[in-house]
């Protein structure tokens, strides 16, 4: 990879990532594993390098350039660590040392920390703000004095330190406690959502508890203005306490589509909180919306989601009751009932989200008639599942259906030809996202009349589009593209030449 090779090495006890090219020499002792269902991602320091050692990189823990696909059983390049570029903007992993520290970065939300921990970091000071039901206020000095008391040995009284010295301590160390000497668990655990349950704990037995456990934060220094309010308007079991637990770690900033939608997952709370359901009530003075109404927290989803279509129909009719009837969900969705276009979820939430090695279902709750979405030649419901109809002919059902109004003129100037097939339009897009999306419901649907666009998405610039579409394609062709062709979708644009010519040729073989 990128003109160099890398080993994975059990030796004595330990693992090592050995990265060479050329004169360079790189390796890495591998410390903790990031992932279960699709990747495990390697924490860990370096050991060779050229970097000087006054650099991070030999002292703290850092998330390492290669991880495993479990599914696949390869080695390949880690992804979304940052920003997900172009090859020619991707991180060198030979020639520059891993930049991401696990503690700063990752560690808030992939491990249990102490809530005042978790605080003091800039990550939790930011979270903390955003979507949070009440206010409250946080004695950090006190916190810091009884709970780190070895940083600030000199501190009887709370302000025996200086605030010059807290900011330098919350800037320098704060962000970067090891999450192996000061989480509580090095995963997400009860704590990571309970906030302190220590009462709970000490009043359960096998089968019942005198003490609820807590769904906001609770502690001596935690201050909540909670004046006349009943403990459990507080930190009892509340829409809105369960919402900001979700949102602590399910939310964030990521590339979007036109609609305010993120591209690809883990800020599911944010998505969710910019549509419908979870903003208001619905017509019927149901709501709002909650993450558990389709979550369970103590139950994993594996590595696919397991509810049937009938059970999701069936949470969102829990609140949208004037669409129960098989006859007025007709008269909403214009199809048949049980068919796909009868699902709420493909038209509401409809798979727009990159999930690692499959399009996931946004948690943006928004209409088909989104017009952000059709103006900007960017994937929508309809064409989703019609993937060889054009734009025009989804116009034309909109405006009859839902008595709906679209600039046809800026669509047209978006799509360029308002009566070719919407996914290959999308194949065409600049934005990267929309491509990866076409090409995932392409794949899906064994759209075989696609196969030649397909094939030319196997040289895209991203190189999590190669992945999703090599992926796809094996399944709907039954075949090995690396051991048939010699294609891998991480080799650079010079090394994917000869295989994709081999595979054209193939194909065009076959009358395909």
Same mark, same amino acid.
């Given at each position: 990879?990128?003109?160099?090779?890398?080993? @994975?090495?059990?030796?004595?006890?330990?693992?090592?990532?050995?990265?060479?090219?050329?004169?360079?020499?790189?390796?890495?002792?591998? *410390?903790?594993?990031?992932?279960?269902?699709? +990747?495990?991602?390697?924490?860990?320091?370096?050991?060779?390098?050229?970097?000087?050692?006054?650099?991070?990189?030999?002292?703290?823990?850092?998330?390492?350039? /290669?991880?495993?696909?479990?599914?696949?059983?390869?080695?390949?390049?880690?992804?979304?660590?940052? =920003?997900? *570029? %172009?090859?020619?903007?991707?991180?060198?992993? /030979?020639?520059?040392?891993?930049?991401?520290?696990?503690?700063?970065? &990752?560690?808030?939300?992939?491990?249990?920390?102490?809530?005042?921990?978790?605080?003091?970091?800039?990550?939790?000071?930011?979270?903390?703000?955003?979507?949070?039901?009440?206010?409250?206020?946080?004695?950090?000095?006190?916190?810091?004095?009884?709970?780190?008391?070895?940083?600030?040995?000199?501190?009887?009284?709370?302000?025996?330190?200086?605030?010059?010295?807290?900011?330098?301590?919350?800037?320098?160390?704060?962000?970067?406690?090891?999450?192996?000497?000061?989480?509580?668990?090095?995963?997400?655990?009860?704590?990571?959502?309970?906030?302190?349950?220590?009462?709970?704990?000490?009043?359960?037995?096998?089968?019942?508890?005198?003490?609820?456990?807590? /769904?906001?934060?609770?502690?001596?220094?935690?201050?909540?203005?909670?004046?006349?309010?009943?403990?459990?308007?507080?930190?009892?079991?509340? %829409?809105?306490?369960?919402?900001?637990? &979700?949102?602590?770690?399910?939310?964030?900033?990521?590339?979007? +589509?036109?609609?305010?939608?993120?591209?690809?997952?883990?800020?599911?709370?944010?998505?969710?909180?910019?549509?419908?359901?979870?903003?208001?009530?619905?017509?019927?003075?149901?709501? %709002?919306?909650? &993450?558990?109404?389709?979550?369970?927290?103590?139950?994993?989803?594996?590595?696919?989601?397991?509810?049937?279509?009938?059970?999701?129909?069936?949470?969102?009719?829990? &609140?949208?009751?004037?669409?129960?009837?098989? =006859?007025?969900?007709?008269?909403?969705?214009?199809?048949?009932?049980?068919?796909?276009?009868?699902?709420?979820?493909?038209?509401?939430?409809?798979?727009?989200? =990159?999930?690692?090695?499959?399009? *996931?279902?946004?948690?943006?709750? @928004?209409? %088909?008639?989104?017009?952000?979405?059709?103006?900007?030649?960017?994937?929508?419901?309809?064409?989703?599942?019609?993937?060889?109809?054009?734009?025009?002919?989804?116009?034309?059902?909109?405006?009859?259906?839902?008595?709906? =109004? +679209?600039?046809?003129?800026?669509?047209?100037?978006?799509?360029?030809?308002?009566?070719?097939?919407?996914?290959?339009?999308?194949?065409?897009?600049?934005?990267?996202?929309?491509?990866?999306?076409?090409?995932?419901?392409?794949?899906?649907?064994?759209?075989?009349?696609?196969?030649?666009?397909?094939?030319?998405?196997?040289?895209?610039?991203?190189?999590?589009?190669?992945?999703?579409?090599?992926?796809?394609?094996?399944?709907?062709?039954?075949?090995?593209?690396?051991?048939? /062709?010699?294609?891998?979708?991480?080799?650079?644009?010079?090394?994917?030449?000869?295989?994709?010519?081999?595979?054209?040729?193939?194909?065009?073989?076959?009358?395909?």
């Amino acid at each position: 990879y990128q003109g160099g090779s890398a080993s @994975f090495v059990h030796q004595d006890g330990v693992f090592l990532m050995r990265l060479e090219r050329g004169r360079l020499r790189r390796s890495y002792r591998v *410390v903790r594993t990031i992932g279960s269902r699709f +990747f495990q991602y390697y924490v860990g320091r370096q050991l060779e390098g050229p970097e000087e050692r006054s650099e991070p990189i030999w002292q703290e823990d850092h998330v390492l350039p /290669f991880g495993y696909w479990l599914d696949e059983g390869q080695w390949v390049p880690v992804v979304h660590i940052n =920003e997900e *570029v %172009p090859d020619d903007r991707r991180w060198d992993l /030979f020639g520059q040392a891993s930049r991401v520290v696990y503690d700063r970065n &990752c560690s808030p939300c992939h491990t249990t920390r102490p809530f005042g921990d978790w605080l003091m970091t800039t990550d939790g000071r930011l979270r903390s703000g955003a979507f949070r039901p009440r206010d409250f206020s946080f004695d950090l000095f006190e916190y810091v004095s009884r709970s780190h008391p070895e940083e600030f040995p000199q501190a009887k009284q709370p302000l025996d330190f200086s605030l010059a010295e807290l900011e330098h301590w919350l800037d320098e160390k704060a962000n970067g406690l090891p999450a192996k000497d000061y989480a509580v668990v090095l995963g997400v655990s009860c704590e990571a959502c309970h906030n302190g349950a220590l009462e709970h704990v000490r009043r359960s037995e096998e089968r019942a508890t005198s003490q609820r456990p807590l /769904f906001f934060p609770a502690g001596e220094e935690i201050i909540i203005p909670a004046a006349g309010q009943e403990p459990d308007q507080v930190w009892g079991r509340r %829409p809105e306490n369960l919402n900001w637990i &979700c949102a602590r770690c399910h939310s964030g900033g990521r590339p979007q +589509f036109a609609a305010g939608i993120d591209t690809w997952n883990s800020t599911e709370y944010s998505d969710a909180a910019s549509g419908a359901c979870y903003t208001g009530r619905t017509p019927e003075g149901l709501g %709002p919306l909650t &993450c558990t109404h389709c979550h369970d927290p103590h139950q994993t989803i594996g590595k696919a989601w397991s509810r049937s279509p009938r059970l999701d129909d069936a949470r969102c009719l829990a &609140c949208h009751h004037s669409l129960r009837r098989p =006859e007025a969900r007709a008269q909403h969705t214009h199809h048949p009932a049980q068919s796909e276009g009868d699902r709420c979820m493909n038209c509401h939430m409809p798979r727009l989200n =990159e999930g690692l090695q499959q399009m *996931v279902r946004t948690h943006h709750i @928004f209409s %088909p008639t989104e017009p952000a979405m059709l103006e900007s030649n960017q994937p929508n419901a309809c064409n989703l599942c019609h993937l060889e109809k054009s734009v025009g002919w989804t116009l034309g059902h909109l405006e009859a259906w839902y008595d709906t =109004e +679209f600039d046809r003129d800026k669509i047209a100037a978006a799509t360029g030809d308002l009566s070719r097939p919407a996914a290959l339009g999308w194949l065409t897009s600049s934005h990267e996202a929309t491509r990866l999306v076409a090409a995932e419901a392409l794949g899906r649907s064994r759209a075989r009349w696609a196969l030649p666009q397909l094939i030319e998405m196997l040289d895209d610039p991203y190189l999590i589009n190669r992945q999703f579409t090599q992926k796809r394609l094996e399944e709907m062709l039954d075949v090995s593209l690396a051991e048939q /062709f010699g294609y891998r979708f991480y080799q650079s644009r010079q090394q994917r030449r000869k295989p994709l010519k081999a595979l054209r040729r193939a194909m065009e073989k076959a009358g395909q």
